[in-house]
């Protein structure tokens, strides 16, 4: 995608990332137990790897990735652009008091839109209807801080306000409307400076075609 910034995330993690796959796939269709013990020890190096690297504790990532059960697919992360008076509406994140588009992972039962349209509830106070999909990004492949452990596709969406009014949440300490100029500090683990300045420009040139990567 030409229009968005590109950074590939480090090495190292996507070799464990997909090593963690493939360990994976195998101990969901293991068929005997030779095949489980072999992919449980690929697992293990995954998590040796995600540790090192990262510098967590082996038991905590190998506990993360035990979790992780089924054919290994990427995780869908739903993020919403509101705009109001040609400003756009972030939301402070309470566990690290910087500022973010809503959103967040998207929940089996709803569809994209649906999610979004939840999360932007919860989140801001505000009720929305989304109208156009803007983008779908890898998250690997921007400069997100810091790395993810998993393949992560994030989806934006420019929806449009039908009501409600701007409060804070159990996520959320503050709800605000920035203009392109004033964009406070960002959560750059779930947004980046260059994927908001592409939400204005595809506000201000609505024929422009979705992102991708």
Known sequence: MSSMEKQTQPRWLNWAMRLQAIA???????????DTER????????????????????SAVSGLLSHETGYATPKVDVRGVVFREEKLLLVRERA???????????DVGESPAECIVREIREESGLEAQAVKLL???????????????????????????LGGEPKASPET?????????????????????RQIQRCFEQFRNPSLAADFD
């Open 24 to 34: 994976q796939n195998g101990l969901t269709y293991a068929a005997n137990d030779y």
């Open 39 to 58: 992919y449980s020890a690929i697992r293990q190096i995954a998590a040796e790897m995600l540790a090192a690297g990262s510098g967590a504790e082996v």
């Open 135 to 161: 983008a779908v990004l890898d998250r690997s492949k921007h400069p997100h801080d810091p790395p993810f452990a998993f393949h992560v596709y994030k989806l934006f969406f420019l929806c449009h306000i």
């Open 173 to 193: 300490d503050a709800v605000g409307f920035f203009g392109e100029a004033e964009i406070p500090t960002l959560s750059t683990t779930r947004v980046t400076p």
């Open 96 to 106: 690290e008091g910087r500022w973010s588009l809503p959103g967040g992972w998207a």
